[in-house]
């Protein structure tokens, strides 16, 4: 495709020349089929086998690597799965360095399933001072990976300064960007190698698909992730690759009522006497507000966390008087939801990490929706009455 737009608005809906070549169909179709004829003996198309490449996965691929300034995507069926898949990548008995505010399924990937099988090592530390990540280095460091802005906390990580330490160290440089989505910033033009999204969350943007996808910097990287992807086969089917595809087309959109319903509400919240503290990037009392001003590009996300008067009783009190924000696991979606981390998302999470996070029980996380905010704001009014 010869035009190419820096505007959010256009890039979701044409980055990747997803148009069908085939038909002209504007939205791909989902090829189902499992495997692929060959023109003739010794002549394979560009399509063999599903698990290798699906053209519906790959328009997908394309379309993200292209919003994430990637040279190639690779989608999965998750987010935990595309983000083992980037362990994969790495030797046996490696080095990973992490932050301490790091999402409950990676902390369990990495402690309790890859440094049983695959000896992975793993530190972590406060990503606030660039200078502790390389003091953490090793020599047989292999992966730097973080989020920004992280969960539950919202902290908000200078990603080139993560990536140059990571790459001083002969190390790769991972985020999960699927907080702040390729509108808000894009990890491989600050430095990383490699960029990771549950598609699951706002890319697919309605809660009926689980899917994840990495994009990479280089080739080399892409043609590494590519053979692991083949052999291992934790892919993305081509009817959920479909679905993360179509709620790419409103992305913008969504982020654009995502972002400043959770501005006003954080706002908000950061006024109301039952709350001790409310955490949002957008906000000035954040301490990386002028970061986060920096970093990202169109807003600051659509997570909103808080903490409020009184204990588990209370939080359980005010949640189950909600009526817009729905009790459940997961964000991302146009609905409104609202979690509990310290019971919920890190429930697995040890009792002596979560102390030493500031993860506290009177913890709320909301995932702010498309509704009209007005009635969020009430909705959120009558619960702590």
């Not at 070549?21 to 599903?50: K, L």
């Not at 709350?275 to 949002?280: D, F, H, N, P, W």
């Not at 979690?339 to 990490?353: A, L, N, Q």
């Amino acid at each position: 495709m010869s035009r190419k737009s820096n505007k959010a608005e256009t890039r979701c809906i044409h980055a990747g020349n997803t148009v069908d070549q085939a038909t002209g169909a504007v939205m791909p179709p989902i090829y189902t089929s499992s495997t692929f004829e060959n023109a003739a003996f010794g002549e394979p198309r560009e399509y063999v086998y599903s698990r290798g490449a699906n053209p519906t996965r790959h328009a997908l691929e394309r379309c993200v690597a292209e919003l994430e300034s990637g040279v190639r995507g690779f989608a999965y069926g998750s987010g935990m799965a595309a983000t083992a898949a980037v362990l994969d990548l790495l030797p046996a008995n490696s080095h990973v360095v992490v932050p301490n505010e790091l999402y409950g399924g990676t902390f369990r990937l990495l402690e309790d399933i890859r440094a049983h099988s695959a000896g992975i090592q793993t530190t972590f530390v406060d990503f606030s001072d660039p200078a502790n990540v390389a003091a953490a280095c090793r020599e047989n460091t292999a992966l730097v990976w973080f989020e920004s802005p992280t969960n539950p906390l919202l902290s908000v990580i200078d990603i080139a300064a993560i990536a140059k330490v990571a790459h001083d160290n002969g190390a790769l440089a991972g985020v999960d960007n699927t907080f702040a989505t390729p509108l808000n910033q894009r990890p491989l033009e600050l430095g990383c190698d490699i960029v990771m999204h549950s598609t699951t969350k706002y890319i697919g943007g309605h809660s009926d698909v689980i899917g994840g996808i990495c994009a990479v910097a280089s080739e080399d990287l892409a043609e590494r992730l590519a053979g692991v992807s083949a052999i291992t086969g934790g892919i993305a089917g081509p009817f959920d690759a479909y679905l993360a595809l179509r709620g790419i087309k409103t992305l913008a959109l969504r982020m654009e009522r995502h972002q400043s319903n959770a501005l006003a509400i954080a706002t908000w919240l950061e006024k109301h006497p039952r709350v001790q503290r409310a955490i949002y990037p957008g906000l000035h009392s954040h301490p990386q507000h002028e970061l986060a001003k920096r970093q990202m590009d169109t807003g600051f996300g659509a997570v909103v966390s808080f903490e409020i008067d009184g204990g588990r009783e209370q939080v359980a009190a005010f949640m189950n008087q909600l009526e817009y924000f729905a009790i459940a696991e997961g964000l991302g979606g146009v609905e409104s939801l609202v979690g509990h981390p310290y019971t919920m998302s890190h429930s697995r999470v040890p009792e002596d990490r979560k102390a030493e996070l500031g993860l506290t029980d009177n913890l709320i996380r909301l995932s702010v929706g498309i509704e009209h905010v007005d009635d969020l704001i009430a909705d959120l009014e009558q619960a702590f009455s």
